[in-house]
């Protein structure tokens, strides 16, 4: 990464972080920070993803949102695959700048989920009850806006990974 896409280190001081204008995001000890991400248009809550420094920098310049993959250990533009890519209208951070608000709007299926859902928090659960007995989640805004299976497996077969066998 060049230094160009390095953010300033966060410094000890507690009101130039929450009441200064330098963005100086504050990475946890793997070097990631949480971004939440809400559709800029029915401010729905679609996604908790994380950044590392160079997801975080290239959003910054390019509008588009990155994210560091935990699951595949690399850096990923969101909808490289499924087209569901998201631009963001806003990106704000928070009072210790140890989290990030993305407002977005997606293109494609609009889908935020690999599911092919809008919002990843397509399911409930349920309150009042003891945990204890087994809780059930309850789907709700569960309506998949695409196949993820046929857009996945298109995806793959495009990269030519796709297993003949499969
Ligand atoms: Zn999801």
């Known amino acids: ?34 971004v939440v991400a809400t559709s800029a248009r029915t401010g729905e809550v679609l996604m908790l993803a994380y950044m ?8 910054v310049e390019t509008g588009e949102a990155h994210y560091w993959s935990r699951s595949r250990g690399r850096l990923w533009r969101k909808g490289e695959e499924s087209g569901n890519t998201q631009r963001v209208v806003e990106m704000r951070t928070d009072c210790d700048q140890d989290a990030i608000w993305l407002k977005v709007e997606a293109a494609g299926a609009d889908a935020a989920c690999h599911t092919g859902r ?32 046929a857009v996945y497996r298109h995806a793959d077969a495009a990269k030519g990974t796709l297993k003949s066998s499969e």
């Not at 896409?5 to 070097?31: C, I, L, M, Q, Y």
């Open 118 to 149: 809008r919002t990843c928090f397509y399911r409930a659960v349920p309150l009042g009850v003891a945990p204890g007995g087994g809780v059930s989640l309850r789907f709700v805004d569960s309506e998949r806006q695409f196949d993820p299976e």
């Open 52 to 59: 590392n420094e160079e997801a975080l920098a290239r959003t």
């Open 1 to 34: 990464m060049s230094n160009a896409a390095r953010f300033p280190a966060p410094g000890g001081n507690k009101t130039e972080s929450e009441e200064g204008t330098v963005f100086a995001p504050r990475f946890d000890a793997e070097g990631l920070v949480p």
